[in-house]
């Protein structure tokens, strides 16, 4: 009999761990229906960013006319509003109509840093009829008066607001930057969060030295990028009862393997199916079954946590022992 593959996430019983992240890959009717017949368990669309929704309510076009008198390049601080994909009311609509031709969950997403009228928006996503609702909480700490505890709680009180406000789940995708995560992802948990996605990827420009000019640079991810992930993984498993998704890094049945292993209860996919095409997603789930078979696992859930630190009786001390073998072992 082979092994079963099936988890829970955000409330979701899934068939397996593998769904889409918030990405270009629902945008379009007929790519969300192959990803879907591909074997994606859940679909994530693309954020929409707070920014959008204040733009919409400010009237753009006024605040970027006052910016432009001051200096040229002021007028590059943000896309033009035609950059974005998808507006709010658009936004909405393409949620429904994913909803109307796929069978599996469909999640949405929010893009910001502040409190404020935006997350308001996050009802009307849920009235849209997600099954779960992604905040992704990029920011870049860049003023030095603002200390880490501002930071956090700002963030904290970002998710009160929403998870208060609907009766979705609501996951946080967060970045691995925070002093004390382990502490922070508690805080986010007890704040409302019913899921912790680990991690979002923040893009570095790159600097065009004949322009002056600073550039957006956009990499795919690939298998190096998930050691990160497995750490943090492996440490908040056991200490969480939120879920925990895995986000960028997982490329092969291995990668998806030593994530469950630590702890992962999703596996959100973008780059390797931008790559090779919404069939990524037959192969990994295909190949995971037949991992587990090989393995003797019975099922995902029994292999789930296995690697992570929760039976370990110092984690402290199994880290730093860790990092001093790494730090010994260079031979010339």
């Known amino acids: 009999m082979s092994a079963d593959l099936s988890t829970h996430y955000l409330g979701l019983e899934l068939p397996h761990p593998f769904i889409t992240g918030a990405s270009p890959l ?11 017949d591909a074997g994606a368990a859940a679909i994530v669309l693309r954020s929409l960013f707070e920014e959008q929704l204040q733009a919409e309510e400010l009237a753009t076009h006024e605040a970027l006319d006052w910016h432009a008198e001051s ?4 007028t590059t601080f943000m896309p033009d509003r035609h950059d974005f994909t998808l507006g709010p009311d658009e936004y909405l609509e393409q949620l429904q109509a994913v909803r109307e031709v796929v069978d599996v969950p469909v999640i949405g997403s929010l893009n910001g840093i502040t409190p404020g009228g935006w997350l308001e928006f996050a009802r009307l996503i849920e009235q849209a009829g997600a099954a779960a609702l992604e905040l992704n909480l990029y920011q870049l700490a860049t003023d030095p008066t603002e200390t880490a505890e501002d930071l956090e709680r700002q963030t904290r009180e970002v998710v009160t607001t929403v998870a208060s406000s609907v009766d979705i789940p609501v996951a946080v995708k967060l ?3 925070y002093t004390a995560l382990a502490s922070f992802a508690r805080d986010l948990a ?9 991690f979002n990827r923040f893009y570095q420009p790159d600097i065009d030295t004949e322009e002056l000019v600073a550039e957006p640079a956009l990499h795919l991810s690939d298998s190096s990028e998930l050691l990160l992930r497995l750490r943090w993984l492996a440490i908040l498993r056991g200490q969480m009862v939120t879920s925990l998704a895995c986000s960028g890094g997982v490329h092969t049945v291995l990668d998806a393997v030593k994530a469950i292993m630590c702890g992962a209860d999703a596996i959100q996919l973008v780059s390797t199916v931008l790559r090779h095409g919404p069939e990524k997603f037959t192969e ?3 190949g995971l079954r037949e991992w587990l078979d090989e393995h003797e696992y019975a099922s995902v859930k029994e292999m789930k946590g296995s690697m992570s630190l929760e039976h370990c009786p110092d984690p402290k001390a199994f880290e730093r022992g860790n990092y001093m073998r790494i730090l010994q072992s260079w031979r010339f």
């Open 190 to 198: 007890l704040s409302g969060a019913a899921g912790l996605i680990l």
């Open 284 to 286: 990994l789930r295909d």
């Open 26 to 36: 629902a945008d379009d009717l007929d790519m969300a229906k192959r990803v879907e």
């Open 71 to 74: 200096f040229a390049e002021a």
């Open 175 to 177: 970045s691995p930057f």
